[in-house]
């Protein structure tokens, strides 16, 4: 009776040590568990926090930077007065043109030119300035020559006559000439002479050739020909327009905008013909106040060195 009472003993303390073993095993445990969720807390509110400080870093650093007078001693006087306004004055023509400026339906400016422009500015380290009160891009070529504005960043063409005026910077984008003409007209003056090709048949007396008023085809129509009337229309739309119903047989522009208007218009070309002048270039480029000398050769380096940039921007807004 003893022993048993005696093993009984022994069984109950067996089990007393085994329940504290267990309990402080699940304690530890309990403590392991909350050790290793701290960290993963601390880590988690130190990422947040690090995200408010690189989004107030952002936010700061979308404002211009302040310089000191002495900062400033150590640039150019074209450059240091743009640095001082904090803003580089942008020239762009008012009418959109799209996909190179245009106000989207939140009336926000968009567009390749004026993703450039806005790329310009921030690295130079001031802020853009849109001044739009142009009515054709020869009026932005006046103010830019007039110093109204920094820089003209609006699908501006080069040419001979805008460089006595104006810096161009490089080309960033290149477009052919091409005729938009009349089929049927072309067709009546093609029984009546025979040449080799569409613009060698233009080139003769008595047919007139539309135009858009202050763009640099009114030069460029001129050298292509020299013997026929110009009619001058307001904008591209009326002048392809002009050219369908055929109140002038042909029309001079560039590739890309023909091009456009006859993809967005698929049944017009039973009544139009789009001819290519491979011979023929229109480069795109920023005119630069030609007070500031050193402003167009910073541009000439951006350009350069951001190349791959403005090919993408271009290419994500089919050019």
């Known amino acids: 009776m003893i022993r048993s009472y005696g093993r009984l003993c022994i069984l ?3 089990m007393l040590t085994i329940g504290l073993i267990l309990s402080s095993c699940t304690s530890v445990s309990r403590d392991a568990v909350s050790t290793i969720a701290s960290p993963q807390t601390e ?3 130190s990422r947040a926090a690090e ?3 690189t989004a107030a870093k952002a936010a ?3 404002e211009p930077r302040v310089y000191t007078a002495e900062e400033l001693e150590g640039y150019p006087q074209d450059i240091r007065d743009i640095l001082s306004r904090g803003k580089l004055r942008i020239g762009l023509k008012v009418e959109d043109r799209y996909p190179f400026f245009y106000t989207d339906e939140e009336g926000l400016l968009r567009g390749s030119d004026v993703e450039l422009a806005n790329d310009i500015a921030l690295k130079l380290g001031v ?4 001044i739009r009160t142009a009515d054709s891009f020869d009026e932005v070529i006046d103010q830019v020559s007039s110093g109204e ?3 003209g960043i609006s699908k501006l063409s080069i040419t001979l006559e805008r460089a006595k005026r104006v810096l161009f910077s490089n080309a960033y984008l290149h477009f052919k000439q091409a005729l938009l003409i009349n089929r049927l007209q072309l067709a009546e003056l093609g029984k009546k002479n025979k040449f080799p ?5 233009l080139q003769q007396r008595g047919t007139q050739i539309g135009i858009v008023q202050g763009t640099s085809y009114v030069g ?3 050298e292509l020909f020299p013997t026929q009337n110009q009619i001058a229309y307001k904008n591209t739309s009326e002048l392809f327009d002009r050219v369908r119903q055929g109140e002038v047989i042909a029309a001079v522009y560039d590739a890309f905008e023909i091009s456009r208007y006859l993809d967005q218009n698929p049944a017009y070309s039973l009544d139009l013909q789009y001819v290519q002048l491979e011979d023929q270039d229109d480069d795109i480029a920023i005119a630069v106040d030609p007070r500031r000398m050193h402003l167009h050769q910073w541009i000439n380096t951006y350009l350069h060195m951001q190349e791959k940039n403005i090919q993408r921007w271009l290419e994500n807004y089919g050019i």
């Open 220 to 222: 460029f129509t001129r």
């Open 12 to 14: 109950l303390l067996f």
């Open 60 to 62: 700061k650093g979308s």
């Open 149 to 151: 504005v920094d820089v």
């Open 127 to 130: 802020k853009p300035e849109y």
């Open 43 to 45: 880590t988690a509110q």
């Open 51 to 53: 995200t408010d400080i």
């Open 197 to 201: 090709d569409v613009l060698t048949l």
